[in-house]
């Protein structure tokens, strides 16, 4: 009997230690870790950065890679640990500051900065050198991706400032008679009627993602309030501006002459993508960013066009506003790093040499800071059309809206309007009651 | 018997069983679509064939789920997360509900409450202590990180089950034992053990199911790439603009199939716990 109690205990004693030393062998390696990172590194050691940032696709991977193997010229003493982030709405870097485990650079967006500064989990960067030299180095009208509107700089931004515009396709649109390019919101429910009697679905959008739907409607604002969301930032402003009424009409007009699919509200980005590259459908609402994917899908059978106005005069009148809005973001700093100097300036350089990469070799003209070096890809043409004809004639970008209940509201009721029974007047009831509450 | 009645009977019979392969077909059809998804490309998935067989083999799906995704490592680290915690959970929970089941000491009943209250504590309102613990005791970035956590989360449910498994073992066989000179941990190993084994290929299926399957607090506790599991690793295919839903497919194709042999292993047991009655013949 006693041996059977020796071989019970036996068992479980190795079991516990077979757990303890599974879970504190790495974490040993990870303490050691941390504590390189910790010290202040002598003169020509190591310095061991955590940056969590997006790497996960071409998109990403490119600029990411393309900005470290530079840093590695540039400052070989800087070894970079890369923490790739996910699509998560920035839940895990949240995490990360609720449990004081920052990395030492992070990309992120401006809602997370504005958070972050709070609880101040950023380094607010007014005062280093990097910055004066990032501020110098930026393209003309994109300092609202830098400059934060209570005016600090939180992070330092790769892209310029990103824009939604329509995209159709040329051979669908032809094959039914429809005139390019559509310039009014009759022209486009005419266009929606004759797209959905043929049977394709007249615009593919991804209205499970909310933020396509708000970025419709501000395109339809900005024909008649150039600010865009921006004008609803003001204290004292409790009642929506006509404008903003004006547009929810429009997009309660052009629900129910069927520009969107019936299922639209339940379509994620995958299937109106697709939808848009089967010639299931003629028209496809994204940012610029969906030019290199769309030349790659359809070649020359697609094209962008401007968003619509009421009429011709106000079309032609607003053409160059331009549906997006500068909003902070880009790599920050978090002030717990060891090696805060060394990690700003790394963050100004990942963030040049990315936006370098993007300019590069994707030829993305909108990018946050100059570069002095050569495209060295093929341009897609619709990339090239904005380069020329958008971007050096572009008469005013959309404003920041920094109320996030405000947002929040706009969100919620733009993916409304498409359901049917959710009306322009539920709508303005909807906002009416926000901004008495947020700018009273 | 004539031929008539007979083929009223074949009749008979196949309506009968119309709702079994209704059944059959609404349980397969899931596992059907996630492999013939893993051999289609996006537009397949979303636009051109959502639910028929793939048009053309998309085989390359795999080929780029296994070169470009670290498939043997986040499954070994799944693996070794899931058995170990598995097991642990088996041997504690156990040994916790016999103490409280057979065994008559002053606090049981409270430290049972006790125990099971741990069900219905919702993961998120412990996640950010539970993240700082594990930080503050370097653990960040191992095993230890996910298996700790998960032997805490499946204890409760398992406790449950084997209390209710083991109140209703007859004492009689415990007292024939103890009469035979056995001890407590003889009767626990030798007599209890082997009549809780349809309770335990239970748990041994519900608990490694659910730990090869956890993401949420993998997704939080572990960056390193080398300790990633195989829920994390599905994130790889996930761009910042598109998703790559066929070789995702594939990675859960191949994710599944530890499971099914699981169940295939231990399935004998759990049906047996559905029909083994009372232990002791009256």
Known sequence: ?440 | MNSKTTSFRSIGSFLLQIPLWLYFIVSVYPLFWMISYSLKNNDEIFVTNPFGFPAHFRFENYVNAWTQFNIPRYFMNSFIVSIISTLCILLLALMFAFAVARMQWKFRTAVRTYMIVGMFMPLQVIMIPLAILVRDFHLTNTYGALIIPYIAIGLPFSTMVFYGFLVSIPREIEEAACIDGASIYRLFAQVILPLALPAIATIAIFQFLNNWNEFTLAYILISDENMKTLPLGLLFFQGSYSTDWGAMGAVMTIASVPMVLVYLLLSEQVERAMTVGSAVKG
């Open chain 1, 1 to 440: 009997m006693n041996n059977q109690r020796k071989g019970l205990s036996a068992l479980m004693i190795t079991l516990s230690m077979t757990l303890v030393l599974s879970a504190c062998g790495g974490g040993n390696n990870a303490a050691s870790d941390n504590n390189t990172a910790a010290n202040t590194p002598a003169e020509g050691s190591a310095v061991k950065l955590k940056v969590y940032a997006q790497h996960f696709d071409d998109d990403t991977k490119g600029p990411f890679d393309y900005a470290v193997a530079e840093l590695k010229k540039e400052m070989p003493e800087v070894e970079i640990e890369l923490d790739p982030a996910v699509q998560d709405g920035n839940q895990k870097l949240k995490t990360y500051a609720a449990t004081g485990n920052m990395p030492d650079i992070y990309f992120t967006d401006w809602a997370t900065l504005q958070t972050f500064a709070k609880s101040k989990n950023v380094e607010v960067l007014d005062d280093y050198e990097a910055t004066t030299e990032y501020k110098n180095s930026l393209n003309p009208g994109v300092e609202s991706r830098l400059i934060a509107p209570d005016g600090h700089v939180y992070a330092y931004p790769d892209t310029g400032i990103e824009f939604q515009v329509i995209y159709y396709n040329k051979t669908i649109f032809n094959e039914l008679g429809i005139a390019t390019p559509i310039k009014t919101y009759d022209e486009l429910a005419a266009a929606a009627g004759k797209l959905k009697e043929a049977g394709y679905v007249p615009m593919s959008i991804f209205a499970k993602e909310k933020w396509i739907t708000s970025a419709f409607y501000n395109g339809l604002v900005t024909r008649e309030e150039a600010a865009g969301f921006g004008a609803l930032d003001q204290q004292g402003l409790t009642e929506l501006p006509q404008a903003f009424v004006s547009a929810a009409e429009e997009m309660e007009k052009l629900q129910q002459a069927g520009l969107f699919d019936a299922n639209a509200t339940n379509t994620n980005y995958d299937q109106a993508s697709s939808q848009f590259y089967q010639g299931r459908a003629g028209m496809f609402v994204n940012g610029q960013w969906e030019i290199y994917s769309s030349a790659e899908k359809l070649g020359d059978q697609v094209d962008w066009m401007y968003w619509p106005a009421k009429d011709e005069a106000t079309y032609e009148a607003s053409k160059y506003n331009i549906a997006g809005a500068g909003s902070p973001q880009g790599y920050a700093v978090s002030p717990a790093s060891e090696n805060k100097d060394t990690a700003v300036k790394v963050a100004a350089f990942l963030a040049a040499k990315s936006a370098e990469y993007k300019y590069t070799q994707l030829g993305s003209p909108i990018v946050s800071p100059k570069t002095d070096k050569p495209i060295a890809s093929d341009v897609p043409v619709m990339m090239q059309r904005i380069a020329d004809e958008l971007l050096p004639n572009a008469k005013e970008y959309a404003k920041l809206l920094s109320n996030t209940q405000i947002q929040n509201a706009i969100n919620d009721n733009t993916q409304n309007m498409l359901v049917d029974g959710f009306t322009a007047e539920d709508f303005v009831i909807n906002l009416n009651r926000t901004l008495g509450k947020e700018n009273q």
